[in-house]
């Protein structure tokens, strides 16, 4: 028996996809807009003179944010596997709106002194919350609401919004850029962004109201027996094997992730030493066919299975990631520079691209969200969102290519996960 109903239509299935899928592009725009934006706001906040120390401390707050995940993905996993996908989905959006209000409206340093930084921890924590419920409820319910034969290639766009809402993000920071002059932007211009994602929050957040449930969550609602099975953290445990794959595919593919994305920026200003303008172009242009790379190999995976494409992130990622950072690190051509950035990005789409599918096939409906959305969380935190602090810190000891053999390291071991796992596309707890 599928999980998918078959009297769910092919309308009602791709509205609800794009109205899930528009809500994480929403949601990710609101988390990535401080990343894209620390470049102007990080002296605000934490005033040093010295551009790699700023950029530290702010990092650490995006780190920070990061640590709160897990504490996401185990409540609003609870709640979509409880209540709904799609209540555990508005909610969180709700949330990270709060969230980017609080910074867009908070007072700088000179103004109110140790009390802004802490505003601003406050709210990326807030923010950190929600994210780390909407990676597994959306990878959940995107997985849940594709036909089998089409899984890979609807669940890739999981990552198309992810990396869309980056986009929207560094595209109204290049218009910024473009009519307001650098003291307007580092004085008050960095705070629009941020009012601007409460406001899309609102749009987001009536697209959710107006959603389909999934059908496997419906069945196994009418066939749960509360007062039998264990829920929660108690009934993830029942599944071990389950949750330490997902921690193993995700170690490597996160840290690639971050650095060939969000550290990406960071990196062409402060070690290739390009103009803050051209590094925000470049990371957005490679980011934008790098969206377009992943329904085709989420289609690919539809093909041939999840296995092959994770083993080749992993292989290539292993073999390459030193030279390529190298590389990229003693550049001027901006041309090369494109390329070689391109390069990370495509090696990485093997684990991008159906990450989210591999792990919500993994699990049983009546655990799934949770299933994928705290192990997931743990790992990100603990790694993804301290890729940014490790670059930095490599680079203020004077070691900063340290720092491209630890990636190196973290894809292999994550390889070492996909050549024991088996593909889950043949064998998946979906059906």
């Not at 089998?148 to 986009?167: D, E, H, I, M, N």
Request: glycine share 10%.
């Amino acid at each position: 028996m599928t999980e998918i109903s078959n009297n769910t239509t092919t309308g009602s299935r791709l509205k609800s996809i794009v109205g899930g899928s528009i809500g994480n592009l929403v949601e990710w725009y609101d988390w990535y807009t401080y990343s894209a934006f620390a470049l102007y706001f990080s002296a605000s906040f934490f005033p040093s003179g010295n551009t790699t120390v700023e950029l530290l401390d702010s990092a650490a707050v995006f780190a920070g944010g990061f640590l709160m995940r897990p504490i996401g993905g185990w409540l609003f996993g609870n709640i979509a596997d409880k209540l709904g996908r799609k209540k555990s989905m508005t909610i969180s959006v709700l949330l990270m709106a709060i969230g980017s209000l609080m910074i867009a409206f908070c007072p700088n340093y000179k103004s109110i002194g140790i009390f802004a930084p802490i505003v601003l921890i406050l709210a990326r924590l807030i923010q950190g919350v929600s994210v780390g419920g909407e990676y597994g409820t959306s990878a959940t319910y995107l997985s849940e609401m594709a036909t089998p034969k089409r899984r890979g290639f609807f669940a890739s766009f999981q990552y198309v919004t992810l990396v869309g809402g980056q986009l929207v993000a560094l595209g109204v920071q290049l218009i910024l850029q473009k009519n307001m002059d650098a003291a307007e932007l580092y004085s008050w211009g960095w705070r629009i962004p941020f009012v601007l994602g409460a406001v899309i929050s609102v749009i987001a957040l009536y697209l959710r109201q107006h959603i389909a449930e999934t059908s496997a969550f419906e069945k196994e609602k009418q066939d749960a027996n509360p007062s039998k099975e264990k829920q929660g953290i108690q009934l993830l445990l029942q599944y071990p094997k389950e949750v330490l794959t997902v921690v193993g595919l995700t170690l490597g593919g996160t840290i690639g992730f971050y650095t060939y994305s969000i550290y990406m920026q960071k990196f062409l200003v402060n070690t290739v030493h390009l103009t803050k303008e051209t590094s925000t172009e470049l990371t957005f242009t490679s980011l934008l066919l790098f969206a377009f790379l992943q329904p085709l190999f989420g289609l690919l995976s539809d093909k041939i299975g999840r296995k092959p494409l994770l083993i080749s992130f992993g292989v290539l990622g292993t073999i390459f990631t030193v030279p390529l950072m190298t590389f990229l690190s003693h550049q001027t051509n901006t041309t090369i520079i494109f390329l070689l950035i391109m390069c990370g990005l495509a090696i990485i789409s093997g684990y991008t691209s159906i990450n989210a599918v591999v792990k919500a096939e993994l699990f049983p409906a009546k655990v799934r969200a949770l299933g994928v959305g705290l192990p997931y969380a743990l790992t990100t935190a603990i790694f993804g969102g301290t890729a940014e602090v490790v670059a930095l810190w490599f680079k203020k000891i004077g070691h900063e290519n340290y720092f491209y053999w630890y990636v190196t390291i973290t894809i292999f071991i994550s390889l070492t996960i996909y050549l024991t796992m088996k593909d889950s596309k043949h064998h998946s707890k979906m059906e």
